[in-house]
């Protein structure tokens, strides 16, 4: 089992192989996903959303980060691992953003981080890397702007937009990005950008022509209440599953048939 590591990435753009990403919060489902064969885990601040209940992710704190890394960690054996810093963890100073950056490596085990970006943040993004510590940028609909851009919304169907992101993105790899998240973007535009940078792109909501893809392991796995975005597809649908183990469950223990003979001791 050989360990996905940043040139791993490099190499799977160069031969058209797609790369697979997808979230983790916890070890138990890190192992998992790791067994599954993805190729990236990244632990998100999505988690705010799907862990903590939280209408978004601003209010998730750099030791919450820390935590849920270091124990996604204890799951991985193959994929790259991947922590997102959370807001306001890089957006004071270049030199707040490499210790922060530097924490999610040193204390919890992530292999790269993972930055919103604009402009503002190229510099950000060069002395990250510069430090040692793999940046992936994430451009487009960025979660962490919401309150700027006016809510969730599809980043760049104007001309000028379009035109931005895509000097963005070539920016951003040459500020030492090793990868770019591309989120809610049009699939037109996603396609030109991949073909315009040599490092990969992964897309949610971007379209199929980015080199990998990736998803909240809630969403894809059906346990995510709705409404989901339009982006997601269902693998499976565990939150009726679940819901209907549990009332079963609830039903058996009111009804006296559980802890039956087979499931008690003598």
Do not use: W
């Not at 050989?2 to 040139?7: A, D, N, S, Y």
């Not at 058209?16 to 790791?34: F, H, L, S």
């Not at 950056?101 to 085990?109: D, H, I, Q, S």
């Not at 599809?154 to 040459?174: C, D, F, P, T, Y």
């Amino acid at each position: 089992m050989k360990k996905v590591t940043v040139p791993t990435l490099y190499s799977m753009k160069k031969r058209g192989e797609k790369i697979v990403m997808v979230t983790a919060y916890d070890a138990t489902t890190a192992n998992i996903v790791d067994e599954a064969g993805v190729d990236v885990i990244l632990v998100g601040d999505s988690l705010g959303n799907v862990i903590q209940g939280l209408p978004n992710t601003l209010s998730v704190t750099m030791d919450e980060m820390i935590y849920h890394v270091k124990i996604v960690s204890r799951g991985v054996k193959r994929a790259h691992l991947c922590g997102d810093m959370p807001f306001m963890s890089y957006q004071v100073s270049k030199e707040r953003a490499i210790e922060n950056a530097g924490r999610f490596v040193k204390e919890a085990g992530a292999e790269s981080v993972k930055i919103e970006i604009n402009e503002n943040y190229l510099e950000t993004v060069n002395a990250i890397s510069r430090a040692g510590i793999p940046v992936m940028g994430h451009i487009g609909l960025c979660p962490q702007s919401i309150h700027l851009t006016g809510g969730y919304k599809v980043q760049g169907r104007e001309e000028s937009e379009a035109r931005r992101l895509l000097e963005l993105a070539i920016a951003a790899k040459e500020a030492g990005a090793f990868s770019l998240v591309l989120e809610s973007i049009p699939k037109e535009l996603a396609k030109k950008i991949t073909e315009s940078i040599d490092i990969p792109t992964i897309g949610i909501g971007a379209g199929p022509f980015c080199d990998g893809q990736v998803l909240v392991i809630n969403d894809l796995l059906g346990i995510s209440p709705e409404p989901v975005p339009r982006f997601v597809k269902k693998y499976a649908n565990l939150r009726e599953t679940m819901l209907r183990a549990i009332r079963e469950f609830a039903h058996e223990v009111r009804e006296g048939t559980f802890p039956d003979e087979e499931h008690s001791y003598s």
